[in-house]
């Protein structure tokens, strides 16, 4: 058992750390399942102060959300670099999204497991999230579209579809690079760097992207022959 700190200690930090402690164990134990009692002892405090500090664990949850929310937005945008090319943005920012992922796994496994699965008010704070991201990629392949020439063949309805499935896609391969071991730990052997894992999502995104953007489209194998004016009537 985790004994109680008696030593003062100013309110954020002390806040900082129950808020460290809820992220690990909301993380591990999922919304429902973690309790007050186990993120006080994580954090070597009372649970009387928990609930002062930080009120219901409801508040709480949507705290740690907030601030986990932040960090991440903060970690993408510190990585960018504006009026670079849209691929080297984007590449930028892929690059700080996956080491933020790598470095927080915790924080990382909340917004995208435990907050999505249990309704608003959470799922509200991590799509508003997810949809200032989404807008920020959007805009870097309409730009893309513009320096390519292609801005009427890349509707802006497409360019809108095409920023989201980049977006999932990320999501879903941050959580590949992130998988933890059985007690929640990521990285290691075997763990590839954010660099690598930007690598990856460029060279299956920005490579595509551009045959799109050259004027290729993809169409069922046969599909244009049997749909040619030889085959009509036929």
Request: with cysteine.
């Amino acid at each position: 058992m985790g004994a109680v700190k008696s030593k003062r200690v100013p309110r954020a930090v002390r806040e900082r750390e129950m808020l460290d402690a809820a992220v690990l164990t909301f993380a591990r134990r999922g919304y429902r399942a973690a309790s007050m009692d186990e993120i006080a002892e994580l954090a070597g405090v009372s649970k009387p102060l928990v609930y002062l500090y930080l009120n219901s664990k409801e508040d709480l949850f949507n705290t740690v959300i907030r601030r986990e929310s932040k960090a991440l937005r903060a970690a993408v945008t510190a990585a960018a670099e504006p009026g670079a090319a849209p691929d080297r943005q984007l590449w930028s920012g892929l690059q700080g999204f996956f080491a933020h992922t790598a470095e927080h796994p915790y924080g990382w496994a909340v917004l995208h497991q435990q907050a999505r699965t249990h309704g608003e008010p959470f799922a509200r704070e991590v799509a508003a999230l997810r949809g200032e991201i989404v807008e920020c990629v959007t805009e870097l392949l309409g730009a893309a579209a513009k320096e390519a020439g292609c801005v009427g063949e890349l509707a802006e309805q497409e360019i809108a579809g095409l920023a989201h499935a980049l977006v999932g896609a990320a999501e879903s391969l941050a959580e590949w690079a992130n998988v933890r071991t059985g007690d929640g730990v990521s990285g290691g052997p075997g763990h590839p760097s954010a660099k690598n894992t930007a690598a990856t999502m460029m060279n299956f995104a920005w490579t595509g992207l551009g045959r799109v953007m050259g004027g290729e489209r993809w169409t069922p194998s046969g599909l244009a022959d049997r749909e040619s004016p030889s085959h009509a009537g036929r």
